[in-house]
């Protein structure tokens, strides 16, 4: 099946390991070790030394089942990537179907397992429950959902899940805070999976359009969100007009940017839209993280977009 006449193992290690960098989206990896960074300093407003394991864990989790999912998708769209994407490492010979099949599958059981460890660690099984749930829906998208209308919903729900499970560490009961958060994610990477389906000339002007609304909700309901948590975090205090411009700048900017996929509804112009919504996701986070732990907790979340844009400048993303 591979394009080229030199074989997988002939090739210098440096390829080969770009190519698996490849194949799992080793950017947005980082995307998905911010959400739950960001759901865990969330619902732990007053972490203790000891749960360091525990976050370490869910991160570990965390980045496996996204690496899972994505390296699953091109297995599961392996015949349609050699008409369309041939450059891929699956179809481009550079990574053997097989292999692909085995390290997806493979780093799906590490995802439940590291979870199923945190649950052990944290006293409550509904980081074990929402890493099984999680392994679910990644194979459900990929597997039948994601060429369906409801593919982008789906592909929501695993983010949102995702926040959730960086959340599940904390003993005390979910709040509408917590829901909102998780649900605000959901919501616009729903919007973005829509979006994206432009790159292969897939949506039109009035899809794109309303993709975009969707991406621009998703960020709008976090308008209300330090009113829901304020009552659980006493010593919360943030200047509503500074709250409401940061929503609403961040909010414009992304507008505008995806807007810009209706006026020119190009591969190369939605694709750049895309991409300026995963960097966005990072900062979305970091303001989710804000409400509850300030300054602080907001640097700690957006140090992630450092890997992203460097490994983003040598490994594609979308």
């Given at each position: 099946?591979?394009?080229?006449?030199?074989?997988?193992?002939?090739?210098?290690?440096?390829?080969?390991?770009?190519?698996?960098?490849?194949?799992?989206?080793?950017?947005?990896?980082?995307?998905?070790?911010?959400?739950?960074?960001?759901?865990?300093?969330?619902?732990?407003?007053?972490?203790?030394?000891?749960?360091?394991?525990?976050?370490?864990?869910?991160?570990?989790?965390?980045?496996?089942?996204?690496?899972?999912?994505?390296?699953?998708?091109?297995?599961?769209?392996?015949?349609?990537?050699?008409?369309?994407?041939?450059?891929?490492?699956?179809?481009?010979?550079?990574?053997?179907?097989?292999?692909?099949?085995?390290?997806?599958?493979?780093?799906?059981?590490?995802?439940?397992?590291?979870?199923?460890?945190?649950?052990?660690?944290?006293?409550?099984?509904?980081?074990?429950?929402?890493?099984?749930?999680?392994?679910?829906?990644?194979?459900?998208?990929?597997?039948?959902?994601?060429?369906?209308?409801?593919?982008?919903?789906?592909?929501?729900?695993?983010?949102?899940?995702?926040?959730?499970?960086?959340?599940?560490?904390?003993?005390?009961?979910?709040?509408?805070?917590?829901?909102?958060?998780?649900?605000?994610?959901?919501?616009?990477?729903?919007?973005?999976?829509?979006?994206?389906?432009?790159?292969?000339?897939?949506?039109?002007r009035w899809q794109l359009a309303l993709a975009?609304?969707?991406?621009?909700?998703?960020?709008?309901?976090?308008?209300?969100?330090?009113?829901?948590?304020?009552?659980?975090?006493?010593?919360?205090?943030?200047?509503?007009?500074?709250?409401?411009?940061?929503?609403?700048?961040?909010?414009?900017?992304?507008?505008?940017?995806?807007?810009?996929?209706?006026?020119?509804?190009?591969?190369?112009?939605?694709?750049?839209?895309?991409?300026?919504?995963?960097?966005?996701?990072?900062?979305?986070?970091?303001?989710?993280?804000?409400?509850?732990?300030?300054?602080?907790?907001?640097?700690?979340?957006?140090?992630?977009?450092?890997?992203?844009?460097?490994?983003?400048?040598?490994?594609?993303?979308?």
């Amino acid at each position: 099946m591979a394009t080229s006449s030199e074989s997988p193992t002939n090739r210098p290690p440096q390829e080969i390991f770009r190519a698996y960098l490849e194949l799992v989206r080793a950017p947005n990896v980082f995307t998905a070790m911010a959400d739950v960074v960001a759901g865990f300093l969330f619902a732990n407003p007053f972490m203790t030394s000891d749960q360091g394991l525990i976050l370490a864990l869910l991160v570990g989790a965390s980045s496996c089942l996204y690496a899972a999912g994505v390296a699953l998708n091109d297995v599961f769209d392996a015949d349609l990537d050699f008409l369309e994407r041939p450059e891929r490492p699956i179809p481009s010979g550079r990574i053997p179907l097989a292999v692909a099949r085995r390290l997806g599958h493979g780093l799906l059981v590490a995802g439940v397992i590291l979870a199923g460890t945190s649950a052990g660690l944290a006293g409550t099984p509904r980081t074990g429950i929402l890493g099984l749930v999680l392994a679910g829906s990644i194979v459900l998208y990929d597997g039948v959902l994601k060429r369906t209308p409801f593919g982008p919903l789906a592909m929501g729900a695993c983010r949102t899940l995702n926040m959730l499970l960086g959340m599940s560490a904390c003993l005390l009961p979910w709040g509408p805070g917590h829901w909102l958060a998780a649900a605000s994610i959901g919501v616009y990477i729903a919007g973005v999976t829509w979006l994206s389906r432009g790159e292969t000339g897939a949506a039109s002007r009035w899809q794109l359009a309303l993709a975009t609304i969707v991406i621009v909700a998703g960020i709008a309901v976090l308008l209300v969100l330090p009113s829901l948590v304020e009552s659980c975090v006493p010593l919360l205090q943030i200047e509503p007009l500074r709250w409401y411009l940061l929503i609403g700048v961040l909010g414009t900017f992304t507008a505008l940017r995806c807007l810009q996929t209706v006026a020119e509804p190009e591969p190369e112009v939605i694709q750049a839209a895309v991409k300026h919504c995963i960097l966005s996701l990072v900062i979305l986070d970091a303001a989710i993280c804000f409400v509850v732990w300030g300054v602080q907790g907001a640097i700690v979340v957006i140090l992630f977009l450092a890997p992203v844009l460097l490994l983003g400048r040598w490994i594609y993303s979308t």
